[in-house]
């Protein structure tokens, strides 16, 4: 539903904004959906005494705007206050949002808004002052949004005896930070569910809490339960990052323990601004006693396996084992049965695997501060269980990494480039052997890895229960995923007689297996998406230089399954094997991991503006006129910026600047014209005062060393 939702609010967001530009080629306006006004808590100001303005704006049903944290779906309103010389300003202060649940999510939302600064005139104030007011929204309605819209109103104020204002009304002081209801608070989380304690007067039947961090989900059902001692408690579900629509915003926090809540608690008529600090966690229990709920937990993520053996990233899998089924066809029952059952087995062990180290990294802090006699109990009470995460491992590019040439790989073997052989595919003549038993068991360890990034889609609520289990109970939830995850294999093994129901071996195998290679490939292609996500936008050049290091690693296995046969020459298959070796080598470490070095300076997007900026400050700049289609650009990214190179640019104060001409864009065109060149890659030094100076197309760091060396005598270090 997620997926769904966040497709749809894309096409509508995206329809929303063509028309928008198709209007403005039209000639059409768009309506205007806001106004604007503004109010003062004054008649006239006093210096030395505070006082407050307001901005009010209205929008036009059916249309509504959105809190500074807007939820699922919208832009937050912002708002700003501008004052003369002579004035303090503290705020901006919120009115309290609605929930609104439309078609398209949940979102924290205003049909009339209100915002409030508090103002503390200085005693050289002046006599009079005109504040302005500016408010920026995005509007939307259950159909679609309109474009930001931004308003401005002016409020003139003269200096007088501070009456109060008669038009100031009750709405003015329902804003979060001011006029809130005195009461205690207090926070503690237990995996992803946060109570949050307050007390508040008798009666109190309704409570929510708006989170202005991110950190709760605001989709999720809040549930209000009043103690004996006359405090409530509002039971929060914490933001998992399993919503499309509403990812956390610093994805370093997923899967660890929150250390402050911030938002405004609403109960009954009344609010109070929140930002707390959590409480301790209970202390750990020495027994580990049957979890409420754990029946239902382990049934949802039964089907939840289930179903994940019709993902993309699991499906293709299945064709391999499904082929060896095919192959045993005409074997007997026996072999059948233990092939399956070496196949669950492995799925099983993966995931047992899985937990013991969830459990063991999960308390490492708690390990380094214990005795190694203690280590066992530490483990079996599991204090670390609120910090897990499923998908914390698919946060480490080298395990994305390792996935996606898995997943390469197996997919260059089923389409016939070469043959990892029957111990590994489970498909071939080593299926009717011991060797084929060890190729189903690793076959179902494999499926457990590559079903790992496909989880969230139907398992986003019920992991993150699991894995906030005790380490016992955790693991045996997992255990029930597995089952589904297997659960068609140990039908096949305990009915074997359904296997002839398969079509039986022939040359249409070989086709199939070709066919079902692009599913790799296409999962493949898919975790090389989420790979790359991982290098920093810096680094223009990623996604040429890790496809060309793929080609190169792929490359490899071709030879491999061309020169390295059993009937080749021995000096072929040694020949084969070396140059083999060479290219997946190349390949893997032309694809590895960026590593982010920090002492490298930054390339700043070029602009005629930005470049006369650097001039007029009397620093040289240096512009990489580039394209991503330009081989040789990219050659010389990767080859002739050394360290040395940046420290000789850094020691003259040069400015990085980088001219990607990927896209047709005018004003590169006319740069490069001035400079006499009319294709990439130019590279040219501009020095104040001076005509710039072009390089050679071909740059090494010797030649830029000296180059540079050349050009900027004279020129003073800067720091």
Same mark, same amino acid.
């Given at each position: 539903m997620n997926? %769904?939702?966040? %497709?749809?609010?894309?096409?509508?967001?995206?329809?929303?904004?063509?028309?928008?530009?198709?209007?403005?080629?039209?000639?059409?306006?768009?309506?205007?959906?806001?106004?604007?006004?503004?109010?003062?808590?004054?008649?006239?100001?006093?210096?030395?005494?505070?006082?407050?303005?307001?901005?009010?704006?209205?929008?036009?049903a059916p249309w509504h705007a959105y809190w500074r944290n807007p939820g699922t779906v919208g832009e937050a309103m912002t708002a700003e206050l501008t004052a003369p010389a002579g004035f303090t300003i503290s705020g901006p202060y919120w009115q309290i949002p609605h929930r609104h649940e439309g078609v398209l999510g949940v979102a924290y939302t205003y049909e009339h808004a209100v915002v409030v600064w508090e103002v503390t005139p200085a005693a050289d104030a002046p006599a009079q002052?005109?504040? /302005?007011?500016?408010?920026?929204?995005?509007?939307?309605?259950?159909? @679609?949004?309109? &474009?930001?819209?931004?308003? /401005?109103?002016?409020?003139?104020?003269?200096? @007088?005896?501070?009456?109060?204002?008669? /038009?100031?009304?009750?709405?003015?002081?329902?804003?979060?930070?001011?006029?809130?209801?005195? /009461?205690?608070?207090?926070?503690?989380?237990? @995996? +992803?569910?946060?109570? %949050?304690?307050?007390?508040?007067?008798?009666?109190?039947?309704?409570?929510?809490?708006?989170?202005?961090? +991110?950190?709760?989900?605001?989709? &999720?059902?809040?549930?209000l339960t009043a103690n004996a001692d006359g405090s409530y408690t509002l039971v929060l579900t914490r933001n998992d990052n399993s919503d499309p629509m509403y990812p956390v915003k610093n994805e370093a926090v997923v899967g660890q323990s929150l250390s402050t809540l911030e938002g405004v608690l609403v109960f009954g008529d009344k609010h109070c601004a929140v930002n707390t600090t959590f409480a301790p966690p209970a202390p750990v229990a020495t027994t580990v006693g049957l979890p409420e709920g754990l029946g239902t937990l382990c049934l949802s993520l039964f089907i939840g396996g289930l179903i994940l053996n019709l993902m993309p990233c699991v499906f293709p899998v299945i064709g391999l084992k499904v082929m060896s089924f095919v192959q045993m066809g005409g074997g007997s029952r026996r072999k059948v049965f233990a092939h399956s059952l070496s196949f669950v087995l492995g799925v099983l062990v993966s995931f047992w695997i899985i937990s013991v180290l969830m459990i063991v990294f999960s308390n490492m802090g708690t390990l380094a501060e214990v005795p190694w006699t203690d280590w066992f109990s530490t483990l079996w009470n599991d204090a670390g269980s609120s910090t897990r995460s499923w998908a914390v491992w698919m946060q480490n590019p080298w395990i994305v990494y390792a996935i996606m040439l898995l997943l390469l790989v197996l997919g260059l073997s089923m389409f016939g480039v070469f043959e990892i052989g029957a111990g590994i595919t489970g498909a071939g003549q080593g299926v009717q052997n011991k060797e084929g038993l060890t190729g189903s068991f690793f076959q179902g360890f494999f499926v457990t890895v590559v079903a790992t990034p496909c989880s969230a889609p139907f398992l986003g609520a019920a992991l993150p229960a699991a894995m906030a289990l005790p380490g016992v109970w955790m693991t045996v939830a997992l255990t029930f995923m597995a089952l589904g995850l297997s659960f068609p294999y140990i039908v096949l093994g305990l009915f074997p007689s359904l296997v002839r129901l398969l079509p039986q071996p022939g040359e249409w195998m070989e086709s199939l297996k070709q066919g079902l290679s692009f599913l790799l490939f296409a999962a493949a292609a898919w975790m090389l998406d989420v790979y790359l996500a991982f290098w920093p936008e810096s680094e223009s050049a990623a996604t040429m230089w890790v496809n060309m290091s793929l080609v190169v690693f792929s490359a490899g296995f071709w030879v491999y399954g061309r020169w390295c046969l059993p009937f080749r020459p021995l000096s072929s298959r040694i020949t084969g094997y070396i140059l083999a070796l060479v290219l997946v080598g190349a390949g893997f470490w032309g694809a590895r991991p960026f590593e982010h070095d920090d002492s490298k300076p930054e390339w700043i997007v070029w602009s005629p503006e930005a470049?006369?900026?650097?001039?007029?400050?009397?620093?040289?700049?240096?512009?990489?006129?580039? &394209?991503?289609?330009?081989?040789?650009?990219?050659?010389?990214?990767?080859?002739?910026?050394?360290?040395?190179?940046?420290?000789?640019? +850094?020691?003259? @104060?040069?400015?990085?600047?980088?001219?990607?001409?990927?896209?047709?864009?005018?004003?590169?065109?006319? &740069?490069?014209?001035?400079?006499?060149?009319?294709?990439?890659?130019?590279n040219a030094l501009y020095l104040p005062g001076k005509d710039p100076v072009v390089t050679a197309e071909l740059l090494t760091p010797d030649y830029l060393l000296n180059f540079l060396k050349e050009n900027l005598q004279g020129t003073e270090e800067k720091e």
């Open positions: 997926i %769904l939702r966040s %497709l749809v609010l894309s096409l509508l967001l995206c329809c929303g904004q063509s028309l928008a530009q198709f209007d403005g080629m039209m000639g059409f306006e768009a309506p205007e959906t806001m106004s604007v006004n503004a109010a003062a808590s004054v008649q006239s100001y006093q210096p030395g005494k505070p006082f407050y303005v307001a901005l009010k704006a209205d929008f036009t002052a005109d504040f /302005t007011l500016t408010a920026t929204a995005q509007t939307c309605s259950d159909e @679609g949004c309109n &474009a930001p819209e931004t308003k /401005t109103t002016t409020l003139a104020m003269t200096a @007088g005896a501070a009456a109060d204002a008669s /038009t100031w009304g009750g709405e003015e002081k329902k804003v979060e930070g001011l006029g809130d209801t005195p /009461t205690s608070i207090s926070a503690t989380q237990q @995996g +992803n569910s946060v109570s %949050l304690s307050f007390t508040a007067e008798p009666g109190i039947t309704s409570a929510y809490f708006f989170s202005a961090d +991110n950190s709760i989900s605001p989709t &999720a059902q809040q549930s470049m006369e900026e650097a001039l007029d400050e009397e620093s040289p700049v240096f512009v990489d006129f580039t &394209a991503k289609w330009c081989a040789t650009c990219q050659a010389n990214k990767k080859i002739a910026y050394t360290d040395e190179v940046y420290a000789a640019m +850094n020691k003259a @104060g040069v400015v990085l600047m980088r001219a990607d001409k990927t896209k047709p864009d005018k004003a590169i065109d006319e &740069a490069m014209r001035q400079l006499n060149r009319s294709s990439v890659p130019v």
